[in-house]
């Protein structure tokens, strides 16, 4: 599989096309699954996945096959990511959902929360999704990259360049202010 | 292993990241500790919810999209790294043509005279084109 991508990434490199068509179909899905929860918009997450995929196209001389390619393009996208959230001033402000909780506000929200309501799967999703978008961007980072990506914890430490225990503390701390955000609607 | 350091590794324990010895010393408190066996059913449950958001559905264009950026971008290299400095070697070359026909010196009638005449000087001497010729060469000294 990594022999596979590093012969097509030369290819890549000299501008084939092709080559380039095959990587984006075969990491399309993967990428846009972890954009999308990472910047919490559909416009913007598929802007950014466009975005990483060119950089790709542009960087392939510099991709050293002894990486995994894998690590390497989900580098590019989460570098991109926290460059465009920190940047885009106009991105769609998402609810704080642990400030909310804290401030015994989530309560008295007629419209998402009442005593006794039973919440679909779909309502659930929507909630745990803002409550992803408002992690902080490391634990946000780590719990994505290893959720949706699927990366092992030191595959995340190389991406972040942080170590494998701060990882699983990162991952650790994420799960558990999800757990505290989600509690009043389980 | 106490309470403390059993939830500080759940989340490690849940993704398969221990060691053999680390999940047995985990294993064997959970089966003891109701507090923490709850703690984890409820980082289990936010396991299980975050597997069930659904993905955004994909443009089905995402991919042309893609490759068309690809395309413009090779365009855009081929430019810079082709065209641009074709072109530029192209102005470089009329500079330097142009330059040189500005620094020959100026042709007078006797030079272009000259030049014609020089073009028919190989006719058999004594024949009628020859003798032409030298008059004529002759009427211009």
Known sequence: MEEFESKIMVEVARGDLSAFREIVERYRIPLMSFVSKFVGDKTMSEDIAQEVFLRVFKAAKDYKPKAKFKTWLFKIATNYCLNEIRTNKNRPQFIDIFELNEAGFVAVAPDVYSPGKRFDNKELGDILRKAIAGLPEKQRTALLLQKYAGFSYEEISHIMGCSVSAVESLIQRARQNLKKALLPYL | ?141
């Not at chain 2, 590794?9 to 849940?14: F, V």
């Not at chain 2, 330059?99 to 005279?113: N, V």
């Open chain 2, 1 to 141: 292993m106490d309470c403390n350091h059993t939830r500080k590794k759940l989340s490690a324990y849940l993704d398969d990241e221990l060691s053999f010895k680390d999940r047995e010393l985990i294993e064997k408190h959970l089966a003891s500790c109701p507090a923490c066996s709850a703690e984890r059913k409820g980082l289990l449950l936010i396991s299980s919810l975050m597997d069930g958001i659904e993905n955004e559905d994909i443009s089905p264009f995402f991919t042309h999209k893609a490759v068309s950026s690809a395309t413009a971008d090779l365009r855009s290299r081929y430019k810079r790294h082709f065209l641009k400095p074709a072109l530029a070697g192209f102005g470089i070359l009329m500079v330097l043509l142009l330059g040189i026909t500005e620094l020959r010196p100026p042709a007078t009638i006797e030079t272009i005279r000259h030049e014609y005449l020089r073009d028919f000087g190989d006719f058999p001497p004594e024949s009628f084109s020859d003798l032409y010729i030298s008059s004529i060469k002759g009427a211009g000294r």
